[in-house]
């Protein structure tokens, strides 16, 4: 059984700062590829960014390059996402997902190749 627990979100003015946590568990293997994405009401999901399993190849969206930074501790199992000078079109539900395939070349931007899902955490941006 695989399971992934977000935490980390909540309510933060424009201009401020959030991190985000993942955990990750697995019976049956532990190396993966994690990523980040979030949705918007309304919207389709969206990638944010994502992070190899040694952390070399790390992707990012447009729209958060420069503000959002993702790191990874194999040694506790977690994903991290640090998000800087915030906006409120960051407001969204912020999904974190592992897939089984790693590769420290090719990281998917792509939801569908993400195997692995967490239940989400609201982050909301105030103007």
């Known amino acids: 059984q695989v399971q992934l627990v977000e935490s980390g979100g909540g309510l933060v003015q424009a201009g401020g700062s959030l991190r985000l946590s993942c955990v990750f568990s697995?019976?049956?293997?532990?190396?993966?590829?994690m990523g980040w994405f979030r949705q918007a009401p309304g919207k389709e999901r969206e990638f944010v960014a994502a992070?190899?399993?040694?952390?070399?190849?790390?992707p990012y969206a447009d729209s958060v390059k420069g503000r959002f930074t993702i790191s990874r501790d194999n040694a506790k199992n977690t994903a991290y996402l640090q998000m800087n000078s915030l906006k409120p079109e960051d407001t969204a539900v912020y999904y974190c997902?592992?897939?089984?395939?790693?590769?420290?070349?090719?990281?998917?931007?792509?939801?569908?190749?993400?195997?692995?899902w967490g239940q989400g955490t609201q982050v909301t941006v105030s103007s």
């Open positions: 997902a592992a897939t089984r395939v790693y590769s420290e070349t090719y990281v998917s931007t792509t939801a569908a190749e993400y195997e692995y």
């Open positions: 992070i190899s399993w040694r952390g070399s190849n790390t």
């Open positions: 697995a019976r049956t293997f532990s190396s993966n590829t």
